[in-house]
């Protein structure tokens, strides 16, 4: 254990956790997967936390009662670094508050908590958003884990899916420039069946908007059984991103979001972009997802 990671176990699993970012960067059993993408060169993080947005602003920029402030893509809180409030064997817990560099690019007063749980077969990450000011909270977050892809060295990635819990027909919405596109498309998604390959992505992100799942299973194969498979749940998260490089980079994200990007177009008040909480003073919001693993 260091001031900069820490390692909870419970059974034959085990999770890194960084304080840089409050970042997962291992999600490892004792049967030897590695199920977490290693931050190699074709992207250099792991799971990233997202906040205070999801996406990018318009010219990155936020714009808040006449002033403009400057907000790169996914907001600051992947860069920073969070305190250890809690450090234990199969828990911990990471929070960011807001200070003087974050209010010169996000004129609100926050708190973000990260709770690390994990068990026998999977990990939990509950995250709150607290409004600690006196006006109120605009603000998203989003999950942004990445798994290799494939999970087992040998497999060909063409052989994997996601396989969603329910149907999902509606419309996805696909990126320009890092911008939503004013126009969905139609679902790649075959009833509940996501063959993954790398043309899926080259026009960016799968953006469901309209998800009607809480959990996807991602294997080898749609409804295999032998080989590293995981399960991906989530609480209070409204739309889902599923993200890879075309170049043939060999890794996943599955993404839940409380938000997106900017739409196309969008150039005015942040507290006026779509897809925002909006979050009392004094109140929270607060998400989580469950990531179950098996191992063959």
Request: hydrophobic content about 40%; charged content about 20%; some cysteine.
């Amino acid at each position: 254990m260091t001031d900069d990671t820490h390692t909870i176990r419970s059974g034959g699993l085990s999770a890194t956790v960084k304080a840089q970012g409050a970042e997962m960067c291992s999600l490892r059993s004792d049967a030897g997967i590695e199920f977490v993408w290693q931050a190699a060169p074709a992207w250099p993080r792991h799971a990233p936390l997202l906040f205070p947005i999801v996406g990018r602003l318009a010219n990155d920029e936020l714009r808040h009662r006449g002033r403009t402030y400057r907000m790169t893509q996914h907001g600051f809180a992947r860069d920073s670094r969070f305190r250890w409030a809690e450090r234990g064997e199969s828990r911990c817990v990471l929070v960011l508050e807001d200070n003087a560099t974050t209010r010169a690019l996000y004129p609100f007063a926050f708190r973000l908590t990260a709770v690390y749980t994990i068990d026998e077969t999977g990990l939990d990450l509950s995250l709150a958003v607290a409004n600690t000011g006196s006006e109120t909270l605009p603000a998203s977050l989003g999950g942004h884990p990445a798994f290799n892809w494939p999970l087992q060295p040998g497999e060909a990635k063409e052989s994997y899916a996601l396989t969603f819990a329910s149907a999902e027909s509606s419309p996805v919405r696909r990126l320009d420039g890092g911008l939503l596109r004013a126009a969905p498309e139609p679902s790649p998604v075959q009833g509940t069946a996501l063959a993954l390959s790398d043309s899926l992505f080259v026009d960016d992100a799968i953006i469901f908007d309209r998800i009607e799942s809480h959990s996807v299973r991602y294997a080898a194969g749609q409804g295999a059984t032998a080989g590293p498979s995981l399960k991906m749940s989530w609480q209070g998260f409204r739309e889902l991103g599923v993200w890879s490089k075309p170049s043939g980079a060999p890794f996943l994200c599955i993404e839940p979001w409380r938000g997106h990007a900017s739409p196309a177009g969008f150039d005015g008040e942040f507290s006026d972009k779509p897809g925002l909480m909006h979050i009392a003073p004094g109140a929270e919001e607060r998400l989580s997802f469950r990531i179950e693993v098996a191992s063959s």
